[in-house]
T-cell receptor, first 114, second 113 residues
Framework: DAGVIQSPRHEVTEMGQEVTLRCKPISGHNSLFWYRQTMMRGLELLIY????????DSGMPEDRFSAKMPNASFSTLKIQPSEPRDSAVYFC????????????FGPGTRLTVT | QQQVKQSPQSLIVQKGGISIINCAYENTAFDYFPWYQQFPGKGPALLIA?????SEKKEGRFTISFNKSAKQFSLHIMDSQPGDSATYFC????????????FGKGITLSVRP
């Protein structure tokens, strides 16, 4: 199995631009999680899906952030417009439905907003 | 409100020594306690986990000790090696539908040769 796949691995963009991060979960996993990691705040859960349905988006910092999961093998996290304080590493993780606590993380996308 | 708190914030250990990382939780509904290990440039990876019906679980050089009454659990790394240098996160989860993990802030372990 290829594991969780994220793209791009690195993204540098200017303030105000739209950013789209992509994730392909492990085949057969029913839960998908988006996290943000910074030195100041550590690992923060932004949103998670079960069977492609958003369950809890209370961690999404503001309306500039949105996430979709159109099918079981693909999810996106979009930031529009981006701001310098959005600079962070964004991780996607997936887990089997019955083992939502056993999460498999992707390699992350390092986002820099200038 | 931080539901899972780790200590210390950083740790330096000599090769061959014992590394001990502590974690405290608040929510008594938590019933699964994993530790994740993260190397620079990588995503966190599940290292070892425990349920509250046991007080200790050992996998190789890694041991989790669990104290339900104190709502604390700890990770012990025996014979620490430079390759163990990483960031360690404790986490907690409750059972049931739509469960999620609550992570601690992580601690950076450095094992010196």
């Amino acid at each position: 199995d290829a594991g969780v796949i994220q793209s791009p691995r690195h993204e540098v963009t200017e303030m105000g631009q739209e950013v789209t991060l992509r994730c392909k979960p492990i085949s057969g996993h029913n839960s998908l999680f988006w996290y943000r990691q910074t030195m100041m705040r550590g690992l923060e859960l932004l949103i998670y899906f079960n069977n492609n349905v958003p369950i809890d988006d209370s961690g999404m910092p503001e309306d500039r952030f949105s996430a979709k999961m159109p099918n079981a093998s693909f999810s996106t996290l979009k930031i529009q417009p981006s701001e310098p304080r959005d600079s962070a590493v964004y991780f996607c993780a997936s887990s089997p439905r019955a083992l939502a606590y056993e999460q498999y993380f992707g390699p992350g996308t390092r986002l820099t907003v200038t | 409100q931080q539901q899972v708190k780790q200590s210390p914030q950083s740790l330096i250990v000599q090769k061959g020594g014992i590394s001990i990382i502590n974690c405290a939780y608040e929510n008594t509904a938590f019933d699964y306690f994993p530790w994740y290990q993260q190397f620079p440039g990588k995503g966190p990876a599940l290292l070892i986990a425990i349920r509250p019906d046991v007080s200790e679980k050992k996998e190789g050089r890694f041991t989790i000790s669990f104290n339900k009454s104190a709502k604390q659990f700890s990770l012990h790394i025996m014979d620490s090696q430079p390759g163990d240098s990483a960031t360690y996160f404790c986490a907690a989860s409750s059972s049931g539908a739509n469960s999620k993990l609550t992570f601690g802030k992580g601690i950076t372990l450095s094992v010196r040769p």
